[in-house]
């Protein structure tokens, strides 16, 4: 199964640039979740 943005381009259309999320950049949230379970 392709990525949504593959799926909805238009013909003729193309991605330039694409990248992905670090994990680093969810480890606010994952502290907060474990503080509030805590």
Known sequence: MGRYIDEILQ???RVLY???EH???FLPAIGAWIAAVA
């Open 11 to 13: 013909p003729g259309e």
């Open 18 to 20: 694409s990248t992905n």
């Open 23 to 25: 994990w680093v950049y």
